[in-house]
Nanobody, 121 residues
């Protein structure tokens, strides 16, 4: 059973940057696509970005022009580089993994526990 663990969240000032990591164990990570979602209490879950096993990427509204998703299969890790952060980016960020066609349409079969990102002065 694959397990995903997110890390890298924290408190950052507006305009700052963070790099989140999604590390996998217990499965064939390199064959799976990964997507990042985020959710703030009281708000709907938002899809942020996704990456295919071959490195194709797709970004969604919260991330356009500011976030970059990448993967290092040697480390079984997907990253989300976030720049120009604003208070509206405050949320728990989750990664999910599955096959690419699935991940494009809905969350994957595997989820991490999330990492909190707080953007505040």
């Amino acid at each position: 059973q694959m397990q995903l663990v997110e890390s890298g969240g924290g408190l950052v000032q507006p305009g700052g940057s963070l790099r989140l990591s999604c590390s996998a164990s217990g499965g064939n990570f390199s064959t799976l696509a990964v997507a990042w979602y985020r959710q703030d209490p009281g708000k709907q879950r938002e899809k942020v970005a996704a990456i295919s096993p071959s490195g194709n990427t797709k970004y969604y509204n919260p991330a356009l022009g500011r976030f970059t998703i990448s993967r290092d299969d040697a480390k079984n890790t997907v990253y989300l580089e976030m720049t120009a952060l604003a208070p509206e980016d405050t949320a728990v960020y989750y990664c999910t993994a599955g096959i690419w066609s699935q991940v494009l349409l809905r969350p994957g079969d595997y989820w991490g526990q999330g990492t909190q990102v707080t953007v505040s002065s």
